[in-house]
């Protein structure tokens, strides 16, 4: 099984609501990502996660904030985002957190931000 | 991690090879040239990579020139599945932060009937 799944596919949302999205892995790997892909942008690395602990925080706005409660579960809470948080949220994992890991990809959450 | 030039879109015919460049003329000795691609509402797909050997695998070959500042990704049968946005990563191999992909704009491969 390499498949990683996200949860919601699609997100509306207000400024002042509070949501989670959610990532879930089993190929035992120990390292996972967010990343944010605006429209017709590459994605972008938000946060890294290697043995459920924080590793990079790409100076991302507190209002994300992401969560790590077990190697096969990566949460990120949204509250009080913009308009301008409207992307596709991307999350991946890989073996490891090393150069020749390979990162699988889920589908990612299209998130819009009324 | 180096910086990488890619033309914005190419166009192959279905059945053909499609050969997808790569600038990374500043990159460096323990960098490493990845490339993934991105189906139109998928997350990314790694397709290869390679330090300064040519490699070839089932999806692909990657082709570094001995300079290390180019190389060209081949698809050798492109089919209308191969249509996707390919990007060309390059990533520091040790140290701190090895774990970061960082893409660039990459190539939108258009494959035709």
């Known amino acids: 099984d390499t498949e990683v799944t996200q949860t919601p596919k699609h997100l509306v949302m207000g400024m002042t609501n509070k949501k989670s999205l959610k990532c879930e892995q089993h190929m035992g790997h120990r390292a996972m990502y967010w990343y944010k892909q605006k429209a017709k942008k590459p994605p972008e690395l938000m946060f890294v996660y290697s043995y459920e602990k924080l590793s990079i925080n790409e100076s991302v706005p507190s209002r994300f904030s992401p969560e790590c409660p077990n190697s096969s579960l990566l949460n990120l809470h949204l509250h009080a985002l913009q308009p301008e948080d409207s992307a596709l949220y991307l999350c991946?994992?890989?073996?490891?957190?090393?150069?020749?890991?390979?990162?699988?990809f889920g589908p990612g959450t299209r998130l819009t931000v009324l | 991690d180096a910086k990488t030039t890619q033309p914005t879109s190419m166009d192959c015919a279905e059945g053909r090879a499609a050969n997808l460049p790569c600038n990374h003329s500043t990159i460096s000795g323990n960098e490493y040239v990845y490339w993934y691609r991105q189906i139109h509402s998928q997350g990314p797909q790694y397709i290869i990579h390679g330090l300064k050997n040519n490699e070839t695998n089932e999806m692909a070959s990657l082709i570094i020139t001995e300079d290390r500042k180019s190389s060209t990704l081949i698809l050798p049968h492109a089919t209308l599945r191969d249509t996707a946005v390919y990007y060309c990563?390059?990533?520091?191999?040790?140290?701190?932060?090895?774990?970061?992909?960082?893409f660039g704009q990459g190539t939108t491969l258009q494959v035709k009937p």
């Open positions: 991946a994992s890989s073996q490891e957190e090393r150069i020749y890991n390979e990162q699988f």
């Open positions: 990563i390059v990533r520091v191999a040790r140290g701190i932060n090895t774990g970061k992909l960082i």
